[in-house]
């Protein structure tokens, strides 16, 4: 298993990192079993962008379907992901000097067709995501299915990841536009952002 000295290091290094070991394959395979019952149920909603009164739906950016994960009351597969996420946090805060408080992450569900537009995952007057993951949850996925997520990085050069089962990304919040490509296939995955505390402060 990739240890997390060497995960964080390529984070730090690169501004963003994948790993297909990191998170066992087993408990990817327990998520996406788990958003496909949250999905055939009708516990996943309209995703919107912005905060606060900047929020909106947005259906030609965003056909995302998503729930959150709450703190209080996580399933027990929810709760090891948490567990795996929660000492990356405490890790990075040992070896990197950040102040990361808590995380908040969901479930996100891109119906074939979806794609989310280049953005960066800081709000607009809030700079307290500061280092934003995923982790995908789809069998054998092809090339030609689209999906990817796409990173903006320093002299226009992109890099791509693939949202095969259990790869998992971090990048700086702050710093890396990105977008998520068009898919021709029913997307799952666990997004989710580490947070300071911060009091809302201006760009
Ligand atoms: C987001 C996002 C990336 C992905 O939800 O802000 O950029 O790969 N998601 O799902
Ligand atoms: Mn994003």
Known sequence: METLDHLIDHLMEQEWVQSQSYIPTGLAQQLAQEIQEFEATGRLHAATIGQGNEQHHNTTVRQTQIAWFDPEQLTPTQSQ?????????????????????????????????????????????????????????????????????????????????????????????????????????????????????????LR
């Not at 090339?143 to 693939?162: F, I, K, P």
């Not at 296939?185 to 580490?194: D, E, P, S």
């Open 81 to 201: 992901l948490h567990e795996r996420l929660d000492a990356i946090r405490q890790h990075l805060n040992q070896t990197c000097f950040l102040s990361l408080v808590d995380f908040e992450c969901h479930y996100a569900v891109y119906p074939p067709g979806a794609f989310y537009e280049r953005h960066l995952d800081q709000f607009r007057g809030d700079a307290r995501r500061t280092i934003s993951f995923t982790l995908y949850l789809n069998e054998n996925w092809e090339q030609e299915e689209g999906g990817a997520l796409r990173l903006y990085l320093d002299n226009n050069q992109t890099v791509d990841v693939w949202p095969e089962m259990g790869t998992f990304s971090m990048f700086l919040s702050a710093k890396l536009e990105h977008e998520v490509l068009p898919t021709q296939r029913t997307r799952y995955a666990v997004v989710g952002w580490m947070k300071t505390r911060g009091s809302g402060v």
